[in-house]
Antibody, heavy 121, light 107 residues
Framework: QVQLQESGPGLAKPSGTLSLTCSVS????????WSWIRQTPGRGLEWIGYISYGGTTNYNPSLKSRVIFSVDRPRNQFSLSLSPMTAADAALYYC???????????????WGRGALVAVSS | DIQMTQSPSSLSASVGDRVTITCRAS??????LNWYQQKPEKAPYLLIT???TLQGGIPSRFSGSGSGTDFTLTINSLQPEDFATYYC?????????FGRGTMVEIK
């Protein structure tokens, strides 16, 4: 049974960098796409972007200038880096597996439990 | 970006009721529409893909319909475990976008 687990600091400084990692267990990171999605009471669910197991990325234009995804296949992990952080980036960050059936037919079939990130100096 | 508008934002219903949630896309997304259920303190859970395909293990009281810009999630005979928030999500084009959710509460 494939499981995803987010890890990283729960607190980031304004203008600092948020680094989160998603560890995939019970299955391989290979042959899949992986996403980061965040949730806030004010903006709801916001797709941040995806990365393929081969490293191909696609970011939400609203965050593209500040976000970088990476994948570590030997460790079966993928990561998010967001900088510079602002108060508006405080959110619950989820990692999720993306299933790609066909062009435009994508969905998130597995989610991590989420990592709560606050922003404060 | 494609805007996804859900209605209502919340509703109260009783066990056994039939519940209908609508989701409208700001442009034609064919049937590239997915539905998720989220319970408090839990991650979203995939219910339906491609507007109407029920995922494995999801009870048949859940159904989805629609295409183009207008979609519906129906729960027949609401059960206690169905009280949750439901989200639609389009995959027609990036950035993938979600509706703001419909909270189904106990009457």
């Amino acid at each position: 049974q494939v499981q995803l687990q987010e890890s990283g600091p729960g607190l980031a400084k304004p203008s600092g960098t948020l680094s989160l990692t998603c560890s995939v267990s019970g299955g391989s990171i290979d042959n899949h796409y992986w996403s980061w999605i965040r949730q806030t009471p004010g903006r709801g669910l916001e797709w941040i972007g995806y990365i393929s197991y081969g490293g191909t990325t696609n970011y939400n234009p609203s965050l593209k200038s500040r976000v970088i995804f990476s994948v570590d296949r030997p460790r079966n992990q993928f990561s998010l880096s967001l900088s510079p952080m602002t108060a508006a980036d405080a959110a619950l960050y989820y990692c999720a597996r993306v299933i790609v059936v066909a062009p435009s037919f994508w969905y998130f079939d597995l989610w991590g439990r989420g990592a709560l990130v606050a922003v404060s100096s | 970006d494609i805007q996804m508008t859900q209605s209502p934002s919340s509703l109260s219903a009783s066990v056994g009721d039939r519940v209908t949630i609508t989701c409208r896309a700001s442009q034609n997304i064919n049937n590239f529409l997915n539905w998720y259920q989220q319970k408090p303190e839990k991650a979203p859970y995939l219910l339906i893909t491609a507007a109407s395909t029920l995922q494995g293990g999801i009870p048949s009281r859940f159904s989805g319909s629609g295409s183009g810009t207008d979609f519906t999630l129906t729960i027949n005979s609401l059960q206690p475990e169905d009280f949750a928030t439901y989200y639609c999500q389009q995959s027609h084009s990036v950035p993938f976008t979600f509706g703001r959710g419909t909270m189904v509460e106990i009457k």
